[in-house]
């Protein structure tokens, strides 16, 4: 296409288009489910982050979350943790050492950083009160002194810096990519996928992405609010 804008287009089509291979020994059943749990538990987690405040229709406030859960952060540590069913089972059903292996490195890796990040989140939810996200992101509207914003990135640095380096590794950025080092596992746990499969641990990968900055926004750096933009 032109200055290469079709590359994408070109990439999801050729996955779409490419053979379904499925090792002779594999777990076929499970095989086939695994790529559905990644994607899936990636795009639930995205339901409570809220993406503003609120709009009025027909006389009722409507909150800019899909799903308003009072228990925000506790679902979507929940949900991170079963993210790790699907990379574990995708490497053991797959019948492969290098996919097996790639799975309990990530099972292993997605475990003990759960850990961190649930206890870098501490703080914060000390100093809100609530678990719900978007009276979190009302609590950093204040000012600190009058002039700084009451970010929890200012409040909590050092939690800031633990969930920064935690959602690294759960999402398999370097350097803590081990699921997938090309160099000993040629690609980790999704080795044995292609066409469509592949596709969706590839989607999952980029989802996770998407929600774990959304997550540090929503925590750390004040949300939807924008610091003096009350006074424009």
Known sequence: GPFGLLQTVADVVKLLMK???????ANKPIHDLTPII????????FAVIPFGDTIEIGGQDIKLMIADVNVGILYILALTGMGVYGVTLAGWSSNSKYSLLGGLRSSAQLISYELSMGLSIIGILMVAGTLQLDDIVKEQAKYLGGWLPAWNVFLQPVGFVIFLVASFAETNRLPFDLPEAEPELVGGYHTEYSGLKFGLFFLAEYTNMIV????ITTLFLGGW???RIENI
């Open 225 to 227: 609010h924008l610091p």
């Open 19 to 25: 053979e379904d291979i499925v090792p002779t020994n």
């Open 38 to 45: 990644s994607i899936g538990v990636a795009l639930s987690t």
């Open 212 to 215: 774990a900055s959304a997550v």
